[in-house]
Structure formats: structure tokens, C-alpha cells
């Protein structure tokens, strides 16, 4: 029957996702089985879309993978270009410093971004940390320096988000999502006020280059 159907590809899901799992920062090529709490947390959060994700990293490239399998055969040619929205937090394996990096989005096919990797993956003020390991209070750090960067349901995020949608759709069109511009959507910011200064505080969208190729 569909229904059994829809339970048995909700079970493999739940594996799959819980096999991409990073349980080791440092470790690229750790390999676990899913433990049985893991695969019911899995599957609670692809039966309750509302579930918030706590803590947890999927490794960003084989959330694609598992992604571009739910994409169907008549959408997968470059006709189409999809964009996954996910509050999952994924990350990359970095070869310089051997290391796992929170990410807010990758590019491919599909693309993911991330609402939680927003907050979580560019570096706030170094100011930030420096007061927080003195011991100053979070909440209160957090009200001091909330111009600066983007926090969980900020209202800034939507607009925000439309840059990284911008850089997958560029992707898409020319294989490169980036740009060097510190004022265009498409800039790759590593910091918080990085992302504030492209995404909300510049005074164009995109640099004259990439604007162009839009209008081409």
C-alpha cells in the first residue's frame, strides 16, 4: 500500500540521514552505525517539518547526495535549478586545518542553505568572544552587539537569505556563486558584519559585473 510505502522510505531516510551524521570534528572518515535513538530523532524530523535541529552537523556534500536522489528524473537536468531551504546545520571538511566548517550554504545540484547555519557558521565581532571569555553574560553580549550580527528569528534573515539564493541561481548559470565585491550579494563573507555589509548595508545588490551578466 502508498502508506507503507511512505513508512518505508521514511525508515531509509532516517538512516541516511543519520549515517551522514559528523561525530567527529577532526575525523573525516569516522564510520558509525546509526544508533536507534539517532534513526527515531531522524525520523521525527522528516515526519514533523516544525522540529528544530539541536547541535547536530551533517556533512554538507553528502546532504546533497541525499537530496539530489528526492529531486524527480523529469527535474534533474539544468533546466531546472533547486534550492533546498534546511534549519539542519551542515558543514564541510576543510583540508587545511583537517577540520569539519559550519556552513550557510553549498552550491550544486541541489543547492542547501542553511537558516541555522547563518547564525552559527560566520564568525561574530572578535569583540564578541573576547567580553564572552571574560565571562560576561551571553544574553547580554547578545543585546550589545545585535546590530552586528544575525540571530536565531531575526528579522533581517529573509532579506539575507536572498543573497545566498542569488549565489545559487549564479552557480547555476555560470558555475561560479561568488564574487570579490565586499558590496555585492554574491561576496563570500567569512565574518557577521561581512554578511550585514553585502546583504543589507550596501547601496547596490549585485557589482556592475555580475549585474551584467543578469542582464545578458
Known sequence: SSSR?????IDNLSKQMAGIKVRKMKNKDAVFEPLPGELDYEKKRITDYEKK????????????ALFSKLIPEEESGLDYCHII??????????ENDLRYHA??????????????GLVEAPAKPREFYLKQQSGM???????EF??????????????????????AIFYHITGNPFCEDKNCRLYNAHWQEEVIQAQLKSE????PLHEGILKK
Not at 53 to 64: E, Q, V
Not at 137 to 143: F, H, T
Open 204 to 207: 547596490y545588490e549585485l557589482c
Open 103 to 116: 556552513r550557510v550554504n553549498i552550491c550544486g545540484f541541489p543547492s542547501v542553505i542553511s537558516t541555522t
Open 5 to 9: 510505502e511512505k513508512e518505508k522510505m
Open 137 to 143: 553574560n551571553v544574553y547580554n553580549l547578545k543585546e
Open 53 to 64: 535541529s539541536f547541535g547536530i552537523l551533517y556533512d554538507g556534500f553528502n546532504l546533497i
Open 146 to 167: 545585535a546590530e552586528r550580527f544575525i540571530d536565531y528569528d531575526d528579522c533581517r534573515m529573509t532579506e539575507v537569505m536572498k543573497g545566498y539564493v542569488l549565489q
Open 85 to 94: 531551504f534546511t534549519n539542519q546545520l551542515f558543514g564541510t571538511w576543510d
